[in-house]
């Protein structure tokens, strides 16, 4: 017969075993005694006063994990800190993505009927948003470069 002193010894010794290994609740109490290397009445005894302690949940194995890879916008935030980081640059592109839109652009044809009114429009139009975007990003741009300025001085 165990005594007191060696039942709580086999109660911690099987807590942590449990702890350690979740899954060997499943197992008959004689196995987990057997594995955890207790008294099998110390093991029937906890599971009898854990049954009336705590409600009967059913430990299901861990499911296998399955990495499925999420969308992340990390390229984004990369490709735009990358683009913002010399002013010179978002200048340039800009100012390049503007001149190459008006060139193609450029080209009037004749407002003679609505449909050449429509075209004109369109050619004035989106330049002219080009140049908008562009021009916002620039402000976008050296308003970064000004804060950062500010946390240097």
């Not at 390049?96 to 080209?107: D, E, R, V």
Request: charged share 15%; proline share 7%.
């Amino acid at each position: 017969m165990p005594t007191q002193s060696s039942r709580t010894e086999d109660a911690a010794k099987l807590a942590e075993y449990i702890r350690l290994n979740p899954q060997a609740i499943h197992g008959s109490p004689e196995e987990l005694a057997r594995d955890a290397q207790v008294d099998a009445e110390v093991v029937r005894r906890t599971i009898r006063r854990a049954a009336i302690i705590a409600p009967v949940v059913d430990i299901a194995p861990p499911p296998r994990q399955v990495h499925v890879p999420k969308p992340s916008f990390g390229f984004v935030a990369k490709t735009w800190n990358s683009f913002m980081r010399d002013p010179a640059i978002v200048v340039a592109i800009t100012l390049g993505l503007f001149l190459a839109i008006n060139f193609t652009f450029s080209n009037s044809g004749s407002i003679t009927n609505l449909r050449g009114l429509y075209l004109y429009s369109l050619r004035l139009a989106v330049p002219t948003i080009v140049l908008l975007v562009g021009l916002a990003l620039q402000a976008i741009c050296y308003f970064i470069h000004g804060q950062a300025m500010k946390v240097v001085k």
